[in-house]
């Protein structure tokens, strides 16, 4: 499938900025029969989706650098006088490397994922699964419990289900260790 870099971007930079799919697919299609873009007989839901795809693909990508780069620094980190410029050469990296991400849209990925972060350095759950116990996932590190809840593993730098006794074990191995 191939749709021009032009409506690509314009569908990623729609959706940064939060407009819903069916108003993106609305403004491709005028924009198509207008030939501002070129959608070359593609749909423009799937434009939309491949646009919203790539865009969740960035956003993990740029968590889990997040995630690395707080863990690395993590005595800086604890450091509240530095805090905040941590997070400021976070956003410039961000920003450095995905350069059509707007600040706003920048600072929304990193304001979570530092949130995250905090309580899963304080061994404290990100979110919890709920749901019966049979339908819970397994825990991503043993593969032998059902997750309560979702951790940031400090192995993989991403938000996994843990069994709490796999999170206190790389709580003690990663954040006490550091």
Known sequence: MVITQTAEELTKR??????EKNEIVHLLRLADRLGVVS?????PD????LGKKSIAREVARARRYIFKSLFEQLDVYRDTNYRERLVEDLLVAIKAEYSDWETPFARSVIGPAREQFD????NKPVELVTGPQETKPQCSSCLAVKAQDKRLDFEKF???PLCWDCAK???QRYVHAA
């Open 14 to 19: 729609r959706l940064r900025a939060g407009e």
């Open 39 to 43: 959608l070359n007989g593609i749909d």
């Open 46 to 49: 799937a434009v939309a989706e």
């Open 119 to 122: 309580a899963s350095i304080n």
């Open 158 to 160: 991403e938000i996994l």
């Open 169 to 171: 074990d790389q709580q």
